[in-house]
Nanobody, 126 residues
Framework: EVQLVESGGGLVQAGGSLRLSCAAS????????IGWFRQAPGKEREGVAC????????YYADSVKGRFTVSSDKAKNTVYLQMNNMTPEDTGVYYC???????????????????WGQGTQVTVSS
């Protein structure tokens, strides 16, 4: 059974940093794509970053390029999202996601991922 458990959310001031963690179980990082989505109040879920297998390419939303970094630790079965220089527009619930196979053209589409964590709240104050 695939399980994803996020942690690390919280309140941060604009310009600050947070690191989210996602403890994964039930699958191998070598075979799965794993990433992060977020949902701001009143908005649709959007793809933030994705790691296509443990040694594969990474994808980022334009809004976070240069500020966010997704990485994985295979030994710990954990995926991280390092978020720097944060802005109030980064506020939302962040979800860890995983799936066996995704296409580069649709990594940012929520329907591309079958497995979702419960989410962790991130709030950036101005």
């Amino acid at each position: 059974e695939v399980q994803l458990v996020e942690s690390g959310g919280g309140l941060v001031q604009a310009g600050g940093s947070l690191r989210l963690s996602c403890a994964a179980s039930g699958f191998s990082f070598d075979d799965y794509a794993i990433g992060w989505f977020r949902q701001a109040p009143g908005k649709e879920r959007e793809g933030v970053a994705c790691l296509k297998s443990s040694d594969g390419p990474t994808y980022y939303a334009d809004s976070v390029k240069g500020r966010f970094t997704v990485s994985s630790d295979k030994a710990k079965n954990t995926v991280y999202l390092q978020m720097n220089n944060m802005t109030p527009e980064d506020t939302g619930v962040y979800y860890c996601v995983a799936d066996f196979s995704i296409y580069e053209s649709s990594w940012h589409v929520p329907g591309s991922f079958d497995y979702w964590g419960q989410g962790t709240q991130v709030t950036v104050s101005s």
